[in-house]
């Protein structure tokens, strides 16, 4: 998961629903000419935990394409009410889940691979694939989370964050950690895919691109002759999605004159990654969430927009710190952005929710006006990194 849900955009479409089976299973039919993709929704339980009811998506997209081998690009998230409402679109559609051949996913979310080993127990003696970079993520869900959320604190304690702030923010995220132990599982990788790639049938196929920025291995899948493009949550129907940031090591670079872990920045990498989108000539969008995406060329650019606008916002907050002649670190820059007003300590549980997410968007920005050229950073004597404009 991870994204940040917006209101409906113009060019996308989750209806009609051209069959409908039962309330809990909608199958669609999106493209005309390659009858053999299906879209199916599965429920996530999340939207009901949700404190801010329509705040957050009630179902996810998981394409089921017929053909030899069966397969299933992205799966939902490992739950009872998800397996069940996949095994009802399956029947519907002539299947049983223990036909499918193939799974192909997108990255290594839990709402994307969760039921893979579901399938199996099922009897589905499956191929299992997905880039090599989130192979690891998959293999060692649960651990690997842990891992990362390990890994927030020496992120945050150099970008500036006190340590009795990070003490409530890791105990918030650590609550956060039983629902994503729950819905997704320990699933082993057979293949692992890399750019240019094939995902092939009988008469036609998938090209995969690597698409790094929400993971760092994922992917989206091409049908250049049909104009179609599944882009799991990179471009997403009601939605952007967030940039993964984490240590890719323990060691520090010895290239680097302030001694930095090297890092996967992972909105520099999504920047790249939608640029790269830009003048496609696509029909159709594919996504994860929010049902078919009729104009892609537009989604791409509001993605795109969505963070230039941001990165643009936090540049103005860096000069606007500086010019009071402030030492501007990160959680002073989120602080001032996102806790106006409001002393740190009364911040409620409601603040800290969303300070993960909002600390690495102001990272993310900061990396890249790095990469820009167009900011200075450097280190302090306690190890805290401050930035200024060149
Ligand atoms: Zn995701």
């Not at 069940?84 to 036909?99: I, N, P, Q, V, Y």
């Not at 996102?338 to 993310?364: C, K, N, R, T, Y």
Request: with cysteine; net charge negative.
């Amino acid at each position: 998961m991870s994204q940040v849900w917006t209101r409906k955009r113009a060019g996308t479409d989750s209806t009609p629903r051209s069959k409908s089976f039962s309330t809990a299973a909608v199958v669609r039919n999106p493209v005309s000419n390659r009858p053999q993709i299906h879209q199916i929704e599965l429920p996530l339980s999340w939207a009901e935990e949700s404190k801010l009811p329509g705040s957050v998506p009630e179902w996810t997209e998981v394409y089921l394409i017929d053909g030899d081998p069966l397969t299933l690009i992205d799966t939902g998230v490992c739950s009872a009410a998800s397996r069940a409402t996949l095994e009802t679109a399956f029947e519907a559609l002539g299947h049983g889940l223990a036909d499918v051949g193939r799974v192909v996913l997108t990255h290594a979310h839990r709402d994307h691979f969760g039921l893979v080993e579901s399938l199996r127990a099922c009897g589905a003696e499956l191929e299992c694939c997905v880039h090599e970079a989130d192979a690891e993520g998959v293999e060692r869900f649960s651990d690997l989370v842990r891992d990362r959320l390990d890994g927030m604190k020496p992120l945050f304690r150099e970008f500036g964050v006190p340590e009795s702030v990070l003490a409530r923010l890791y105990a918030a995220r650590l609550r956060g950690l039983a629902v994503e132990d729950a819905e997704g599982e320990r699933t082993s990788v057979d293949r692992r895919l890399v750019e240019g790639d094939r995902i092939e049938w009988k008469d036609w196929g998938l090209t995969v691109m690597h698409s790094p920025g929400h993971t760092s291995g994922h992917i989206l899948l091409e049908d250049a002759e049909a104009g179609l493009l599944f882009t799991g949550d990179q471009i997403m129907g009601q939605a952007v999605p967030h940039a993964e940031n984490f240590y890719l090591d323990e060691t520090v670079d010895p290239k680097d004159p302030l001694r930095r872990r090297p890092r996967f920045r992972g909105l520099v990498e999504m920047r790249r990654s939608l640029r790269r989108l830009r003048g496609r000539r696509d029909k159709l969008l594919l996504p994860g969430y929010g049902g078919v995406i009729r104009r892609p060329d537009r989604s791409i650019r509001d993605t795109l927009l969505y963070y230039d606008v941001r990165i643009h916002r936090i540049d103005r907050g860096l000069r606007h710190l500086a010019v009071m002649g402030q030492d501007v670190t990160a959680y002073e820059l989120w602080k001032a952005l996102f806790l106006p007003g409001i002393p740190i300590d009364g911040a409620g549980d409601e603040h800290l929710e969303a300070m993960h997410s909002q600390l690495l968007l102001v990272i993310g920005a900061l990396d890249c006006l790095e990469e820009d050229d167009l900011l200075v950073t450097e280190r302090r004597p306690d190890g805290v990194f401050t930035h200024h404009h060149r």
